[in-house]
């Protein structure tokens, strides 16, 4: 993946007004999850913006994330691209490196109203979404067929260093009126998360290659 780099400063006044103030300002809430599993009651000393989460239900095992609020103007790259990012985050000179989790928008306005990230490392695989490119010239277009893509992205489970831009699927012998499924796939080193059978991509049969059918059926 591409490397981004974001400024960001931990955020201690918490809320709905507090981040409606923030917005006004251009600035953006972050919360930065995936932080490290502590064990309960925890006896450390927390840094500016951390917090504790509960993580089951004996209320012995918690996990530290981290409030962050960061520019509007400096997501902008990040988030309007059909790229994906491994963000390398600075939090008053404290390196971080994290994912794009999750954003909220505004549902008339379209502005974004909250981040999520997600700490990583090179120990623990993440689930992320990669956009599909296809590539090659599929049989069933020679043969007068359309090629569909139905998934633009596909999600896959790996260390994050480990995952690739984009996945490229050739589709050369792609025939008429055939699908590609995520079960007919398969990338060294990723595990595919969606369902088997989800169709990524097919070619259709059209009016004309319909015709040719049933004339080549005479």
Do not use: W
């Given at each position: 993946?591409?490397?981004?780099?974001?400024?960001?400063?931990?955020?201690t006044?918490?809320?709905?007004?507090?981040?409606?103030?923030?917005?006004?300002?251009?600035?953006?809430?972050?919360v930065l999850?995936?932080?490290?599993?502590?064990?309960?009651?925890?006896?450390?000393?927390?840094?500016?913006?951390?917090?504790?989460?509960?993580?089951?239900?004996?209320?012995?095992?918690?996990?530290?994330?981290?409030?962050?609020?960061?520019?509007?103007?400096?997501?902008?790259?990040?988030?309007?691209?059909?790229?994906?990012?491994?963000?390398?985050?600075?939090?008053?000179?404290?390196?971080?490196?994290?994912?794009?989790?999750?954003?909220d928008?505004?549902?008339?306005?379209?502005n974004?109203?909250h981040?999520?990230?997600?700490?990583?490392?090179?120990?623990?695989?993440?689930?992320?979404?990669?956009?599909?490119?296809?590539?090659?010239?599929?049989?069933?277009?020679?043969?007068?067929?359309?090629?569909?893509?139905?998934?633009?992205?596909?999600?896959?489970?790996?260390?994050?260093?480990?995952?690739?831009e984009?996945?490229?699927?050739?589709?050369?012998?792609l025939?008429?009126?055939?699908?590609?499924?995520?079960?007919?796939?398969?990338?060294?080193?990723?595990?595919?998360?969606?369902?088997?059978?989800?169709?990524?991509?097919?070619?259709?049969?059209?009016?004309?290659?319909?015709?040719?059918?049933?004339?080549?059926?005479?």
């Amino acid at each position: 993946m591409k490397t981004f780099q974001l400024s960001a400063e931990p955020r201690t006044d918490l809320g709905k007004k507090a981040a409606k103030n923030l917005r006004k300002s251009n600035l953006i809430p972050v919360v930065l999850n995936g932080g490290a599993v502590i064990d309960l009651p925890f006896t450390g000393t927390l840094k500016p913006g951390e917090k504790i989460v509960t993580i089951n239900e004996e209320g012995t095992k918690g996990l530290i994330t981290t409030d962050l609020v960061v520019k509007a103007e400096d997501v902008r790259k990040l988030i309007y691209t059909p790229d994906i990012f491994a963000i390398e985050l600075d939090i008053n000179g404290e390196k971080r490196n994290a994912v794009l989790k999750d954003i909220d928008f505004h549902p008339v306005k379209d502005n974004i109203l909250h981040i999520d990230l997600l700490e990583v490392n090179d120990k623990k695989p993440v689930t992320i979404e990669v956009p599909v490119k296809l590539e090659g010239h599929a049989e069933g277009v020679k043969a007068g067929g359309k090629l569909n893509l139905s998934m633009k992205k596909i999600k896959v489970r790996a260390i994050y260093t480990e995952i690739p831009e984009r996945v490229v699927i050739n589709v050369d012998n792609l025939g008429l009126g055939k699908t590609l499924q995520i079960g007919d796939l398969h990338f060294d080193g990723l595990e595919l998360v969606n369902a088997k059978n989800a169709v990524v991509c097919a070619v259709a049969l059209t009016r004309a290659a319909r015709g040719a059918q049933a004339n080549a059926g005479k």
